[in-house]
């Protein structure tokens, strides 16, 4: 079975600030992907960014970006020039390529950006 | 994401009563995704249906919970005889077809209150 841990249960940051959340995977898989989800105080899930498995470059969608080590089974998750409106949840997610696409979470990280 | 709909947003039932939840899927989506998410933890996966068909339901309790997808209509995830401990965020997601990562996309979450 896969597992998802995010180690920092919590965060802060500047306004303008960078910051990286972490996020580590345990799977016997080859090909899967792996995705970061925002949800904030209005608890919807919003996709943030999204990565496979067999692609070795890393993902980035503007001011969010990853850092994807497969052998090392971690997906980080950068956010540079921090927003108030980054203020967040924010999961990490692994879902198989095969079989059925569901995803497992994370704990999550609450991150806060202070002004 | 605003495309895939869940209704109601919240709902409050007394212990024993039924709950139902429905999810009407993004445009162009056959495949639904339901979550679960207790207080203060990540999102865990219950059932991957498609059109008049449960995918994989590994995730749902044994007892009270069912799923649907008929060819027409939405979604339905029915509680049945509810306990304080079904009060959660029930999530819907979608995405357009299986086995190629396509981005699962989420609604905005349906929050069941047992009393």
């Known amino acids: 079975a896969q597992t998802v841990t995010q180690s920092q249960p919590e965060m802060s940051v500047q306004e303008a600030e960078t910051v990286t959340l972490s996020c580590t995977y345990d799977?016997?898989?080859?090909?899967?992907?792996l995705f970061w989800y925002k949800q904030p105080p209005s608890r919807q899930m919003i996709l943030v960014i999204r990565?496979?498995?067999?692609?070795?470059q890393n993902a980035t969608e503007n001011r969010f970006s990853v850092n994807f080590q497969k052998a090392a089974k971690s997906f980080s998750l950068k956010i540079s020039d921090s927003q108030l409106g980054d203020t967040a949840m924010y999961f990490c997610?692994?879902?198989?390529?095969?079989?059925?696409?569901?995803?497992?979470f994370g704990k999550g990280t609450k991150l806060t950006v202070n002004p | 994401n605003a495309g895939v709909m869940q209704n109601p947003r919240h709902l409050v039932r007394r212990r024993g009563q039924e709950a139902r939840l429905r999810c009407s899927p993004m445009?162009?989506?056959?495949?639904v995704y339901w979550y679960r998410q207790l207080p203060e933890e990540g999102l865990k996966f219950m059932v991957y249906?498609?059109?008049?068909?449960?995918?994989?339901e590994s995730g749902m309790p044994k007892e009270r919970f069912s799923a649907e997808f008929p060819k027409e209509g939405p979604s339905i995830l029915r509680i049945q005889q509810v306990v304080r401990g079904d009060s959660a965020a029930y999530f819907c997601?979608?995405?357009?077809?299986?086995?190629?990562?396509?981005?699962?996309?989420f609604g905005e979450g349906s929050w069941l209150t047992v009393v």
């Open positions: 249906l498609q059109k008049e068909n449960i995918i994989d």
């Open positions: 799977t016997s898989e080859n090909n899967y992907y």
């Open positions: 445009k162009g989506h056959s495949h």
């Open positions: 990565q496979e498995a067999y692609k070795q």
């Open positions: 997610a692994f879902m198989k390529k095969r079989g059925s696409e569901k995803l497992v």
């Open positions: 997601a979608s995405s357009r077809e299986q086995g190629s990562g396509n981005t699962i996309y």
